[in-house]
């Protein structure tokens, strides 16, 4: 039996479920990766949007750092917020949660964490 530490990343996001599984392939076949894919329903006042769930583990077989695993959870939802034409995502990682967003009006500072900085936070 093989282990790891218990590391999960996932990037919540709006779109279509479809092209995000394409989006998630198109990705894994550049990066040698493996996510797993969820649909996600977003209500919120005022109305409600489809999305995904899109996780990553350390996978015992190929076991990565945080830091590793988290660049490539951001990566993948840079790589999701293109194909799926949103403007924002979140990557929930197991001691900090990152909003990224290129909307201007909802640009907010961001503390410096450990998931990095995808330049698109001002102050």
Known sequence: MITA???????????????????????????????AVSRAAYPYTGGMEDGVCVT?????????SEA?????????GE????????DSFTVEGPQETFWASTRA?????????KLGDTGSAET
């Open 68 to 76: 590793e695993l988290a660049d490539k959870a951001m990566r993948m």
């Open 105 to 113: 009006d909802n640009r907010t500072a961001q503390s410096g964490g």
């Open 5 to 35: 530490p218990s590391l999960t990343f996932r990037i919540w996001i709006a779109g279509n479920y479809g092209d995000a599984l394409r989006a998630c392939r198109e990705f894994c076949s550049n990066e040698g990766a493996c996510f």
């Open 79 to 86: 790589h999701l917020k293109d194909r799926l034409f949103q």
């Open 56 to 64: 990553l583990i350390n996978y015992p077989r190929f076991p990565k």
